[in-house]
């Protein structure tokens, strides 16, 4: 009978953990800052793309953040990969943002622990109609643009609480935006480095 019980119990704790989830509002529309290009208030109107990562996580690690500049999106990328806690969420592909805004609706996120809790959630952003972030960075060209933005969310636990709450708000930092910049080096950066390569090949058979 206490074999039992204990059994029942672990299987009521583990069926709590893996539905342990929390919900926000993927909407900035509304807000005073959004998708940029190239610096701060150059908001973007056009198609893009966005992943949602999000990490179990009480602050933003270090890296992910970075100040504006060419390739600052896919080293942020590149750190929040690196830090191993983050999850990819929801993938969101071809829509069109209007004055650095969008509405994507409701995201339900089934890995949040404990269910409701504040996490971390890392917006990976692309002006293109690619399919994903590494789609965007094989088909990149001199246009291509794409940043990172992560910031700390509150979730609503839709799950354990009766009625269902409203999702969370987009925590999105005041005064923040996620600025797009070019994503790889421009082909011409390319050319001037084989040339300047070669200039310094031919100086010194010279010598």
């Known amino acids: 009978m206490k074999k039992l019980l204990l059994t029942g119990l672990a299987t009521i ?3 709590a953990g893996v539905f342990a ?6 909407d900035n529309s509304a807000l ?6 190239e610096i701060p208030g150059a908001y973007y109107n056009g198609t893009m793309g966005l992943e949602v990562w999000m990490a179990n996580l009480a602050s933003v690690p ?3 953040n970075l100040a504006p500049g060419p390739e600052s999106g896919v080293l942020g ?12 969420e929801k993938t969101y592909v071809a829509f069109t943002a209007a004055i650095g805004g969008a509405n994507l609706g409701e995201l339900d996120m089934a890995d949040v622990t404990p269910g409701g809790a504040t996490v971390v959630l890392a917006l990976a952003a692309w002006n293109t109609a690619a399919a994903s972030w590494n789609a965007m960075l094989s088909s990149a060209n001199a246009g291509t643009r794409a940043g990172v933005l992560a910031f700390t969310q509150p979730t609503a636990d839709f799950v354990h609480v009766t009625p269902p709450p409203t999702p969370k708000d987009l925590n999105w930092p005041n ?5 797009m910049t ?3 080096p421009e082909p011409g ?16 058979r010279r010598k």
Do not use: E, K
């Not at 005073?32 to 290009?37: D, I, M, R, S, V």
């Not at 990328?77 to 990819?88: C, I, K, P, T």
């Not at 050319?191 to 070669?198: D, E, F, I, M, S």
């Open 13 to 15: 704790a583990l069926a």
């Open 21 to 26: 989830q929390g919900s926000v509002l993927i």
């Open 32 to 37: 005073a800052n959004g998708f940029t290009t």
């Open 62 to 64: 270090a890296g992910i």
């Open 77 to 88: 990328y590149s750190a929040m990969l690196g830090d191993g806690n983050f999850h990819l």
């Open 175 to 179: 005064g923040v935006d996620l600025v």
């Open 182 to 184: 070019l994503p790889v």
């Open 189 to 204: 950066a390319f050319a001037l480095a084989g040339l300047g390569a070669a200039a310094l090949l031919s100086f010194r």
